[in-house]
T-cell receptor
């Protein structure tokens, strides 16, 4: 499969627990985006990578959220000390270059109890 | 800032009915406009796009025309099928940002046989 993959698909965390969400973009795609989708809402931008450089993190809701893409391929979104309001679907998307069509992964559904 | 507004759902139609889902936007400059679709249990997929004023995007019988004078990008289909039942998202990429998508809140379409 040549699409964007994400793992895990579902994650249940206790409040205060740390979680790590993984994204495998399409091979060769330079641009990688993370979005957060609350129930019944459209996705909202979190952060953007061009290769390994995080060029925009303006959408990260707090300093508990951290993302990295150390080798310019796989990316990890980490949420520390999870809160109930972090419950959402986290979507990863990649594109060949900035401005080109973004291809989305299936998402990770996070539930914080 | 940039934003997208879609008509409230759900929209319920009978098979072969005409579909319109309204979308208006606010943006500086000349954004690119998109419709994404999310079928039940699947990830977001690009349906169609238009990158400049008066362009018409089309795919799978769906069409949308980029209207700068009315800042609109309404989605239309002449004859819907049950298989078109999904959530539809209007989105834009602003002309001066990192290529992040800004989404509307989504419109659920239910097509009954």
């Amino acid at each position: 499969g040549a699409g964007v993959s994400q793992s895990p698909r579902y994650k249940v965390a206790k409040r205060g627990q740390d979680v790590a969400l993984r994204c495998d973009p399409i091979s060769g795609h330079v641009s990688l985006f993370w979005y957060q989708q609350a129930l019944g809402q459209g996705p909202e931008f979190l952060t953007y990578f061009q290769n390994e450089a995080q060029l925009d993190k303006s959408g990260l809701p707090s300093d508990r959220f951290f993302a990295e893409r150390p080798e310019g391929s796989v990316s990890t979104l980490k949420i520390q000390r999870t809160q109930q309001e972090d419950s959402a679907v986290y979507l990863c998307a990649s594109s060949l270059v900035r401005g080109e069509t973004q291809y989305f992964g299936p998402g990770t559904r996070l539930l914080v109890l | 800032g940039n934003s997208v507004t879609q008509m409230e759902g759900p929209v319920t139609l009978s098979e072969e009915a005409f579909l319109t889902i309204n979308c208006t936007y606010t943006a500086t400059g000349y954004p690119s406009l998109f419709w994404y679709v999310q079928y039940p249990g699947e990830g977001l997929q690009l349906l169609l796009k238009a990158t400049k004023a008066d362009d018409k995007g089309s795919n799978k019988g769906f069409e949308a025309t980029y209207r700068k004078e009315t800042t609109s990008f309404h989605l239309e289909k002449g004859s819907v099928q049950v298989s078109d039942s999904a959530v539809y998202f209007c989105a834009l990429i602003g002309s001066s940002n990192t290529g992040k998508l800004i989404f509307g809140q989504g419109t659920t379409l239910q097509v009954k046989p």
